[in-house]
């Protein structure tokens, strides 16, 4: 631990904060359960061991007596399977697997491409990340797959973003029968004074919805916090504590790695404003309210939305009014992702008559996209699109 200061204070209002665990604001706010799970390597063995006997049980079924032998030698072995099996189990839940000094990754998970950039970042040749929005598909309306369940329940640490960014991510944990994983939810980690409010919609939605829940953030804050480079940095002390509490004889690797990350981060956000002080333009049409946190940061404005809650398309009156706010304020750009459709951003450049232009932004990027695979390139590739749009 560096326990320094890292966050230097900029124009916008971000105060100094200090990586020391003493200093860290949301950890009472993690779903932390100590303890490991059984070795993650001889949960597959078993598992496969298992249902390569029950196909041999079947043909044992027939009526000829040969096969009726056999079926009882089958049975003695499933009973002798079983036993070996529930000894097994015992042993490995006992504690025996424990974090594997000499080698195996540590198995981790996170709800959205950005947030996986950053755990593979801090935890690098030492960790598997898996990605449960895939990239070009939308965290808010994405559902999980039964083969990301699979991976859930043999996970070592689960990274979600929380503030209702991905609805089922922060109760996910109670779905996947691992009662080990450990869940570090990485908008705990940010000052409360840093947060933005939702848009009055998706406060609405939240206080209606289904699954509204005592003490629960969902929908009163933004959630997309990592596109901020300074509230990422918040993101990265999150992910670094997590990878210690599973792995902690590790943890001075994860430290390095992590500081060298949020010194990267703090000369990102040096660059980016820098870049953003020269646009000649300051406002801009957002596809959703993504794009907030950014714009706080570096004094742009988001001046319109066109999806107030992700997946709700605007009607034709709304975007008449969004053309007509975009034409009497000059604002050139209107910016679409490239998880959503571009439709009706076209709409709103063609009923412009060419005034607004539509520029396709990725604020979740691509593990295997090298221009936009890790953190500091996802950040720059939007950039450089609105440096074209702004300018
Ligand atoms: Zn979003």
Known sequence: MDGACTREASSAGSRPRCTGVTGYAGLEGWYVRLGRAASIESKPLIVAGYAGFKR???????????????????ERGRAAFLATFLILAAHLLSGCGGNSPGGEKVRVAADIVPLAMICRQVGGEHVEVEVLVPPGSSPHTYELTAGQVGFLAEADLLVVNGLGLVPWAEDVH???GNPDLVVVEAAEAVPRDELLPASVEEREEGEQGEDREEGREHALYDPHLWLDPLLAGYIVDAVEEGLIRVDPGRAGYYRERAARLRAEMNSLHEEIRRRTASFTRREFISFHASWTYFARRYDLRQAGVIEELPGKEPSAGEIAALVDMAVSRGVGAVFAEVQFSPRVAEAIAEESGGKVRVWVLDPLGDLDDPRKGDYCSLLRYNLGIMEEALR
Do not use: E, K
């Open 174 to 176: 109670s779905r996947v």
């Open 56 to 74: 041999q049980g079947h043909q044992g079924m027939r009526q000829d007596p040969r096969r009726r032998r056999f079926q009882a030698v089958l």
